[in-house]
């Protein structure tokens, strides 16, 4: 060999896998050629292929010709082994109780919280999936833009567009359209015992057509899906409703309907099983009615008239793109016929949402439900990857650590013949009882949490969910994944200890760095969310406690029927009004007012925390002729600036003195809030007075009066660029301002008040702030979640190191002993275990801080308005967390530290 040339072997690891696969008696010879060969191409072809190519020699043994050659032994697997580890298992268990309890509570909680967290994920994911075609199922959105901007972006479409889904287009096996009515706007009727025509309150239905069915699936109890609306005037009940106004009885039998304008009457020819409660349709009642044939404006129904949702089944689901591209070119086609729409630019386009993806990823206007939040899902997710993490971590720590404690065992065992592979199964078997006794108990634990977690969750768990076929695979394969992701660890490091070191007690220091790493990161979690849930409360208190530029407080909402019979004239320029319905309502709001404790009263068309459906495109001559600028449109009447606290920042309130601030639909007067008056482009409120704004129809409308920009949605939204037009007569809401009385007599006074004057109509009543609030349910759930697991967080991690410190403890009692004989105090020694763990957590903050800082800020630029991310958010946590680890581990060592020296000098 020439001097300085190294010799170069064979890489070690393709032979130790030959050794593994190949007959003993053959091994030496194989081995041998493989090495010959190996050299020759390191020579021929240099080392980098050289090793490819043993490597591919290797593999090509793996063959049955000589793999089943080999001899196999199953002594080590026989089952008296195995119930020999599990009875091994079973005696460290009660020999180290205090270990025992830790492992087996902290796998237990962390699996407790897992089972819930993905029962709650499972329904949010299960969502519409009882349909038959579910995966087919489809809906169809519209998307309306002025001028590139999105104006509205909602769940209905044309009526157009719903004719021609089921005519024009092969790849659609079927289309519906629902249309929802419910209490708030239309009375129903049906016949009682006594013959009775009694109201039904608090219901919910939709108008649908005769192919509902032929898309949706909801199981029917009596009636067959085919022809139980093939008629016109025909209705469905939910098994409650039948129940509760039918006796059981329903089929046959007809209730009547009353918009405001007409009656008429349907016949039950179905009973329908309650509406499942993972449906983003609810309902407890379906009607067919006559198809549309008259709009709005009285005018024949055309293809840009507003429709219901139209849901489509798709032949085959590999068609979605080929439909989609087809609607675009439909919209392409037929946006340039809007009569003068175009001359602003406006544009409609379609889409397709998946049914299964509405629940969580759909939330659009006219949403049929409020659907739910797929950052919380997601974030329940990983909330349960982190505590199930700390909770194996916790068991990988304490088991790492015991095994120091049976070293000498482990060698002595290793001198006798034991081999790697049984020291792992036997650690494997160990973490395999852990674990099934951990989920047996979050099993019973589960039990008796499930109803609490579903009120708070709101989601309806029953116990079914926990005994289905699905649930017991999934615990099954859980307790398998969590026994190797919990034991694998320990179990390599006690298989890896050599004999001599092993009975020697000689350690291997590079598992304590990594018990410590470990350590750090189940802190850096629990501080992460501590953090998280501090600044999610700040968040919330300071959207609810923002001043909203409109009082929402001691504030009573009674829904109004909105029975004016309105007819478009277009002699008189618009609305013509029957003015009987008016006159009650006017004296309603006039018997309001005359008691006391009550401030005002006024009638409106939409109520804060909803968002108007109704705009329109306005000209701004100051900026732009040629430029539209959408603004969203409220009826009210004189008394709503003086009943909810809106100021008026220029001009003045409408007004009985001025007839022409009713006007009509072609001249009118109008106030604007503050943000309408910047998009518009005037520089002051006072600059917008008497000017005159036109829309793309023509219609003229003076500015007179500016009032300020109230939260007319949540402060997660911007403020909204409204106009408010003048509607004296009674719309959809009457909003009653009391003070003075508690809520109950409020309630009482109104009931009777309004029934003096509306004594066929039902009081539907609700508080105006407690309707504002549920726009932050979401982010309420998401802070009560991430405040719950971050305490399972804290509480893993403080058992963990618990253990760590009782295992230290229990390992330097002697030398505990002898610093005391030597004079120091417990103080000393309380500072002598606290600095290292202290250390780690301080580690800990360092890693959590920044990662929980970087978070925050991402999450919060999802709001409109925010908190700023002050220091004092982070310390407390810090704070919290370094208070908490002292204290767990104090406790602990002051025990020992109190302690008669000589006790702790004779311990073993």
């Known amino acids: 060999m020439a001097v300085g040339k190294k010799n170069i072997g064979p890489p070690k690891w393709p032979l130790q896998f030959l050794r593994r696969i190949c007959p003993e008696h053959l091994y030496e010879e194989i081995e041998g050629d493989l090495i010959q060969k190996f050299n020759r191409d390191v020579k021929n072809l240099g080392q980098r292929r050289a090793k490819k190519k043993l490597l591919w020699n290797t593999i090509r043994f793996l063959r049955p010709g000589i793999v089943l050659r080999n001899k196999f032994s199953f002594e080590l697997i026989q089952l008296h082994m195995i119930w020999s580890y599990f009875k091994l298992a079973a005696r460290g268990l009660v020999r180290y109780k205090m270990f025992s309890t830790i492992n087996v509570l902290g796998l237990s909680v962390s699996m407790v919280a897992c089972i819930l967290i993905l029962q709650y994920v499972r329904f949010e994911f299960s969502y519409d999936d009882f349909h038959r075609n579910a995966e087919n199922i489809y809906r169809v959105a519209t998307k309306v833009t002025l001028q590139n901007e999105v104006i509205v972006h909602e769940t209905n479409t044309y009526d157009g567009i719903s004719k021609a889904l089921n005519t024009d287009y092969p790849e659609i096996k079927a289309a519906t359209t629902v249309r929802g009515f419910n209490s708030d706007r239309t009375f129903i009727h049906y016949q009682d015992k006594n013959n009775k025509l009694v109201p039904l309150e608090n219901f919910k239905a939709f108008d649908v057509d005769s192919i509902f069915f032929k898309v949706f699936s909801f199981p029917l109890l009596q009636g067959n899906s085919e022809v139980v609306l093939q008629d016109p005037y025909t209705a469905l009940i ?175 065992r290793k001198v006798v013949g034991a081999t790697r592979f049984s020291l792992v199964l036997q650690v494997l078997t160990e973490s395999l009882l852990f674990n099934v006794l951990s989920v047996s108990l979050a099993v019973v634990s589960v039990h008796m949490l499930l109803p609490s977690f579903a009120s708070f969750s709101g989601v309806p768990l029953t116990y079914g969910v926990l005994y289905d076929n699905t649930m017991l695979i999934g615990l099954l394969v859980f307790v398998l994944v969590s026994a190797l992701m919990s034991g694998l660890y320990p179990a390599f490091v006690i298989a890896s200890y050599y004999p001599v070191r092993a009975l020697k007690g000689n350690l291997n220091t590079s598992r304590f760095a990594l018990r410590k790493i470990l350590v750090v990161f189940q802190f850096a979690a629990a501080i992460s969310l501590i953090i998280t849930t501090l600044v999610a409360y700040q968040q919330l208190s300071f959207m609810r406690d923002k001043e909203l530029g409109i009082n929402i407080n001691q504030v009573m909402i009674i829904k109004a029927m909105n029975f004016d019979k309105e007819t478009w004239s277009d002699s008189e320029g618009g609305f013509t009004i029957d003015s009987t319905y008016s006159n ?297 967390v370094l208070v908490i680890g002292v204290m767990t581990i104090s406790l602990q060592i002051l025990k020992v530290a109190l302690k008669n020296p000589v006790n702790s000098l004779r311990s073993e």
Not at 725 to 752: M, S, V
């Open 238 to 412: 939910s098994e409650t409703f039948s129940n509760n106004y039918f006796s059981g009885d329903a089929i046959g039998k007809s209730f009547q309907v009353y918009n405001g304008e007409e009656t008429q009457h349907y016949k039950i020819t179905g009973v329908l099983k309650d509406v499942p409660s993972n449906s983003h349709i609810k309902f407890d009642i379906l009607t067919r009615s006559d198809p549309r044939t008259k709009n709005f404006w009285n005018n024949d129904v055309g293809f840009w008239d507003w429709g219901g949702q139209t849901y489509v089944l798709l032949a085959d689901i590999t068609l979605r793109g080929e439909l989609e591209n087809k609607l675009a070119q439909l919209a392409l086609s037929k946006n340039g016929l809007k009569n003068n729409k175009d001359d602003y630019g406006q544009i409609s386009t379609f889409e397709l949402r998946p049914l299964g993806n509405i629940h969580l990823y759909s939330h659009l206007q006219e949403e049929l439900e409020t659907n739910g939040s797929s950052s919380l899902v997601y974030a329940l997710i990983m909330l349960a990857i982190i505590i199930l993490i700390m909770a194996w971590v916790n068991y990988i720590n304490l088991s790492t650590a015991m095994s120091e404690e049976k070293i000498k065992s482990i060698g002595v």
């Open 584 to 880: 009650k309502a006017n004296l309603f709001k006039e018997g309001i007012r005359a008691q006391a404790g009550f401030l005002n009263a006024t009638s409106l068309s939409h109520i804060p925390g909803q968002l108007p459906n109704w705009g329109t495109e306005f000209r701004a001559e100051s900026i732009d002729p040629q430029k539209a600028y959408r603004l969203i449109a409220m009826g009210v009447d004189y008394d709503f600036l003086s009943t909810l606290q809106v100021k008026i920042l220029a001009g003045r309130n409408f007004s009985h003195d001025f007839l022409s601030d009713r006007g009509n639909e072609g001249k009118r007067a109008v106030l604007i809030n503050e943000a309408a008056t910047k998009l518009l482009g005037f520089k002051t409120p006072q600059e917008a007075i008497h000017k005159h704004i036109s829309t793309y129809w023509g219609a003229d409308y003076e500015i007179i009066g500016v009032v300020n920009s109230f939260h007319q949605l949540s402060v997660k939204e911007n403020v909204q660029p409204i106009y408010f037009i003048l509607q004296p007569r009674a719309l959809d809401y009457f909003a009653i301002h009391y003070q003075g009385r508690n809520a109950t007599d409020a309630i009482e006074q109104a009931r009777i008040t309004w029934n003096n004057y509306f004594p066929d109509t039902p009081f539907n009543y609700f508080f105006l702030d407690e309707y504002f609030d549920q726009q932050y349910q979401y982010d309420r759930k998401f802070r009560d979640i991430v405040s719950l697991f971050s305490g399972l967080t804290i509480f893993i991690g403080c058992l963990g190191l618990f253990g760590l410190t009782s295992y230290s403890i229990l390992k330097r009692t002697k030398e505990i002993g002898i610093r005391k004989v030597m004079g120091a105090t417990a103080s000393n020694i309380i500072a002598l275990f606290t600095n290292d763990f202290m250390k780690l957590i301080l580690i800990a903050n360092a890693v959590a801080l920044p990662l929980a800082y970087l978070g925050l800020k991402r999450w919060l630029e999802s709001y409109a308005y925010k908190i700023t991310l002050y220091w004092w958010l982070f310390v407390i946590p810090v704070i919290l």
